[in-house]
């Protein structure tokens, strides 16, 4: 596993917990941000690079910052 693939799973399952504990589903955080559910579960198995804004609108979601994604690497 390179450098990029070990950071995509690390945001995945830092978007994962901060989704588990405030205890909503995929399609209940796809509603809040209008994303699309199989987007954010590709998010989540960190398949896809999670751009900047992205962060933000789920942060927004989330209530949370967006730093709050970035688990200590």
């Known amino acids: 596993m390179d450098r990029q693939e070990d950071a995509l799973l690390k945001l995945g399952r830092q978007l994962t917990h901060l989704r588990e504990t405030r205890q909503l589903t995929i399609p209940e955080l796809a509603a809040l941000t209008g994303l699309e559910p199989r987007d954010i579960a590709t ?31």
């Open 43 to 73: 998010m989540e198995a960190g398949e896809i690079d999670i751009r900047i804004t992205t962060i933000f609108i789920l942060a927004g979601a989330l209530g949370v910052t967006p730093d709050k994604f970035l688990p200590p690497f």
